[in-house]
């Protein structure tokens, strides 16, 4: 496996439970599974995300003691709508509905179950009218 250029972890005391929330919702596969520290990426993708368990001698104590995440991950997805019915079947709650943005967003956001906020994003054609007053120079 080769190396990823861009990772971000997430501190929890539920691995296995957050990486099968992103490969069962986000097309994630597991690269390492280690138990207590579990790698999750989408393919070849030149990024991965690492689940790591919360007091784990590896994690600094003062993350450790942290429970509120206010980190928001991006996911860009195919189909943003397919998703949250996905998710909501699983009986996930969604913390915004799907919603279209001018600058050609579709999104939503929900909470893995670590609680880190996730923005689903599908890109759209953004609003001709939004790109003429926002892009023009």
Same mark, same amino acid.
């Given at each position: 496996?080769?190396? *990823?250029? &861009?990772?971000?972890?997430?501190? $929890? /005391?539920? +691995?296995? @439970? ?8 986000? /097309?994630?596969?597991? #690269?390492? !599974?280690?138990?207590? &520290?579990? $790698? ?5 993708? /030149? ?6 368990e919360r007091g784990? +001698?590896?994690? +600094? *104590? ?7 995440? $206010?980190?928001?991950?991006? &996911? =860009?997805?195919? !189909?943003? @709508?397919?998703?949250?019915? *996905?998710?909501?079947? #699983? ?16 999104? &939503?956001? =929900?909470? /893995? +179950?670590?609680? $880190?906020?996730? @923005? ?6 953004p609003d001709p ?9």
């Open positions: 496996m080769q190396p *990823a250029v &861009f990772g971000a972890t997430v501190v $929890t /005391d539920r +691995p296995s @439970d957050v990486a099968a929330f992103y490969t069962q919702y986000l /097309d994630l596969q597991v #690269g390492i !599974d280690l138990g207590w &520290f579990i $790698t999750v990426r989408r393919g070849t993708a /030149d990024w991965e995300l690492a689940v790591c784990h +001698p590896t994690v +600094p *104590a003062a993350v450790s003691a942290l429970t509120e995440s $206010t980190n928001v991950f991006g &996911f =860009v997805v195919e !189909d943003v @709508d397919k998703i949250a019915a *996905a998710l909501r079947a #699983g009986g996930v709650q969604l913390e915004t509905e799907p919603v279209t943005e001018p600058f050609g967003q579709r999104h &939503f956001f =929900v909470r /893995d +179950p670590a609680g $880190t906020w996730l @923005d689903v994003i599908q890109l759209v054609e009218e939004w790109v003429a007053a926002n892009l023009q120079s």
